[in-house]
């Protein structure tokens, strides 16, 4: 979907909706880059203070991970660029849980 970020859990059977900065944390993340360097590349591009966006940046890592989207894992970083086609706002992760019979299928949902 145009610029929105859509993961599922198949664990869970829930799924994750983003859109706006999330999207491009999301990119980010999947290059290699850290969070801090995530954050400097937002802020720079988009001209908006370091400190909020770090704090932004962190949180929204913290909510993937909560939600067992991610792991932490090292990996080389790759280089992207960055389309920022819209203003700054926090990242925001929307979970829905309509279908999560239907996802979570192997293995199937614990009750």
């Known amino acids: 979907m145009d610029g929105e970020l859509v993961v599922i859990n198949f664990h869970s059977g829930l799924y994750y909706s983003s859109v706006g900065v999330g999207t491009i944390i999301w990119q980010l993340m999947d290059a290699g880059h850290s969070p801090g360097a995530i ?15 770090e704090a932004d940046v962190d949180g929204f890592i913290d909510q993937l991970l909560t939600a067992g989207l991610i792991e932490a894992a090292e990996r080389s970083v790759q280089p992207l660029g960055v389309d920022v086609a819209f203003s700054y706002a926090p990242p925001t992760l929307t979970a829905f849980d309509d279908l999560e019979k239907s996802f979570a299928l192997d293995p199937p949902l614990q009750a």
């Open 39 to 53: 954050a400097a590349t937002i802020a720079d591009e988009m001209r908006v203070a370091l400190e909020g966006v």
